[in-house]
């Protein structure tokens, strides 16, 4: 028990004093989780609305499957990522395997189908009246949509935080395509699997409340944006 | 102006107008009177061109508008309608009655004026800026009218724009609409308010159970209905006052 107190203790000094090892984890962190999100975002939203908006042959059970990759393990997906990465796979020839750039891809993939399916949800959230004022009072379809698109605005930005707070705390990706290389492609996640298993207690722990406040903090914003402060 | 012809729809599996025909000159102020769920909404949908006819015709300045995304497109820029739930966007008041105005690519320097002018017209001078959510029914529906007014329609389809609107708002309300019928704009308006149908109408089309069944002037109808059936809704009733209204179809022996 005092092992932990002290731990902890120790842990908030290495933040506090802005350790550079815990900094340039952090940001290291952030910045692929956040260019995964950006990347995601724009392949996501689209796609969402494309699915949203046209009516085709099959379409509940394309959403019933992006629903079903929501919970796909992430070890799965950086298996999959691993796999088209490496040397002898399909896109072997980039050389993305243990870079952040391959991390990107991979949780780009990872959060794709989450931030797909919360986006299509976000725009079936929207009343029918909606459409209906829009076209109405004289909107072309796409500005109709355009319209429906802002009314679903905190929805969307939620399905965003999400995805971005899910990139940031998965671990199968961030191992298995980054590989957890010091000063290159270790992150939150994998840096505290390895400190944790090698004893260095007070700095997983240091990088786990980071972890934990940077996901509070996304949750926090989630709700926010979706008009309730605590709930 | 507007003109259905052998408008038909379906539903939920029922036949909800049977054939409909009536026509809206430029300049007139045409009331649909009728008990709840005897079509109206439908048939201010479609000649809205929100919904397509199940059969029919929609005309508009005498043609054909039911067809062709374009067609329907550029008849509905010319005309504008109020429903009888205000559905705002989520954004302030402004945003919402310059809405109409945007999507026509009307400049920005010109919206500002038009939107001032026409919450002026509903009494809302100076909400701007206000949330359109934070609004109440009767403020809402204001704002509702201000935005459909703000293109200046040559045709106003109203949905009983003012069903469930404390009195002061629905006199105001139909101030405007005798102002803007005044003005010579053409008005298509259901209710189910045979007072207002009265006042405001030019001429009043019956409408029962999905078909017209008599279209003539407010006096011709009121004064003799004609038939039995509409003599039951319309006859006996007037003497009891304007706020009365046509009781539901459900609590009719
Ligand atoms: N989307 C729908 N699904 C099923 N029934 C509907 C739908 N829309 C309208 N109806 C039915 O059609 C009839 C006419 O409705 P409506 O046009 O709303 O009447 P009104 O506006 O005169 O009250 C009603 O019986 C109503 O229940
Ligand atoms: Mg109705």
């Not at chain 1, 996640?189 to 996304?218: C, H, K, N, P, Q």
């Not at chain 2, 430029?26 to 479609?46: D, Q, V, W």
């Amino acid at each position: 028990m005092d092992e932990i107190g002290a731990g902890f203790v120790r842990a908030v000094e290495l933040i506090v004093s802005l350790d550079p090892a815990v900094v340039d984890i952090t940001v290291r962190s952030l910045i692929i989780a956040l260019t995964s999100t950006a990347i995601a975002t724009t392949i996501a939203v689209p796609i969402g609305g494309l699915i949203h908006f046209h009516n085709f042959w099959g379409k509940r059970a394309v959403i019933n499957v992006i629903q079903t990759l929501y919970s796909l393990p992430t070890v799965t997906v950086g298996l999959l990522v691993f796999l088209l990465l490496s040397r002898s796979g399909p896109f072997g020839g980039l050389g993305l395997l243990f870079t952040p750039a391959g991390m990107v891809v991979g949780q780009t993939v990872l959060i794709v189908p989450i931030m797909t399916g919360l986006t299509i949800a976000a725009l079936s959230g929207v009343a029918d009246q909606v459409r209906d004022s829009a076209v109405s009072l004289g909107a072309s379809k796409y500005q109709a949509i355009f319209t429906i698109m802002g009314e679903a605005r905190a929805a969307m930005m939620a399905a965003v935080l999400l995805g971005f707070g899910r990139a940031l705390s998965e671990v199968g990706v961030a191992m298995m395509i980054g590989g957890n290389i010091r000063g290159y492609t270790r992150v939150l996640t994998t840096a505290i699997a390895l400190e944790t298993s090698r004893g260095d207690i007070e700095f997983s722990m240091a990088l786990g409340i980071i972890l934990v406040s940077i996901s509070l903090i996304v949750n926090l914003l989630v709700n926010r944006v979706q008009g309730r402060w605590w709930a | 102006m507007i003109e259905a012809m052998g408008v038909r729809a379906v539903r939920g599996g029922g036949e909800v107008l049977k054939g409909v025909s009536l026509k809206a000159e430029k300049g007139e102020a045409l009331a649909i009177i009728g008990p709840t769920g005897s079509g109206k909404t439908t048939l201010l949908r479609i000649l809205n061109l929100l919904d397509p006819p199940g059969g029919g015709r929609v005309l508009f300045d005498g043609v054909d508008v039911s067809a062709g995304d374009r067609a329907r497109l550029l008849a509905r820029r010319r005309m504008a309608m109020v429903f009888q739930k205000p559905s705002l966007f989520n954004a302030t008041v402004e945003k919402n009655v310059s809405y109409g105005l945007r999507v026509r690519g009307v400049s920005a320097s010109a919206i500002d004026g038009l939107v001032g002018a026409a919450l002026r017209e509903v009494g809302l001078s100076g909400w701007e800026k206000r949330g359109a959510f934070g609004l109440s029914g009767g403020e809402a529906q204001r704002v509702a009218l201000a935005r459909a007014l703000v293109t200046d329609p040559e045709l106003l389809l109203l949905d009983e724009a003012t069903a469930n609107l404390d009195p002061r708002t629905t006199e105001a309300i139909e101030a405007l609409i005798r102002r803007v019928r005044d003005d010579g704009m053409t008005v298509v308006m259901a209710t189910h308010d045979l007072g207002q149908a009265r006042e405001l109408a030019d001429r009043v089309a019956v409408l029962m159970e999905g078909e017209v069944v008599v279209l003539g002037t407010a006096e011709e109808i009121f004064d003799s209905p004609g038939s039995e059936e509409v003599g039951r809704f319309v006859g006996g009733r007037r003497r009891q006052g304007r706020s009365l209204m046509i009781p539901d179809r459900t609590s009719h022996p």
